[in-house]
């Protein structure tokens, strides 16, 4: 199995930038696809990007298109989510999580293991 610990989040204003880590630990980290999760307080946790095991390809949800890139480093077994251009409805806890297998996903029932979630809070 993998573990998953993400960092980089914290309080921006809006127009500003983080940049969020998952740094995976645990067995053939780079045959996982891995993937972006959001959810803002009430709500359910939704989609916000994800990346094959080679990088190669990615998804982004519309909401976050041409403002987050995700990107990822095997040799770090790390995964990154740069979110700029940060608006307060990007307000939200950010989960990573992976999958096992290698196929690219955007549900939460396609991802087989979770990371505990890092708070972004972008003000107004």
């Known amino acids: 199995q993998v573990q998953l610990v993400e960092s980089g989040g914290g309080l921006v204003q809006a127009g500003g930038s983080l940049r969020l880590s998952c740094a995976a630990s645990g067995r053939a980290y780079s045959n996982h696809a891995m993937g972006w999760f959001r959810q803002a307080p009430g709500k359910e946790r939704i989609f916000v990007a994800s990346?094959?095991?080679?990088?190669?390809?990615?998804y982004y949800a519309n909401s976050v298109k041409g403002r987050f890139t995700i990107s990822r480093d095997n040799a770090k077994n790390t995964v990154y989510l740069q979110m700029n251009s940060l608006k307060p409805e990007d307000t939200a806890d950010y989960f990573c999580a992976g999958r096992n297998g290698v196929g690219i996903a955007m549900t939460t029932a396609a991802f087989d293991f979770w990371g505990q979630g890092t708070q972004v809070t972008v003000s107004s």
């Open positions: 990346i094959s095991w080679s990088g190669g390809t990615t």
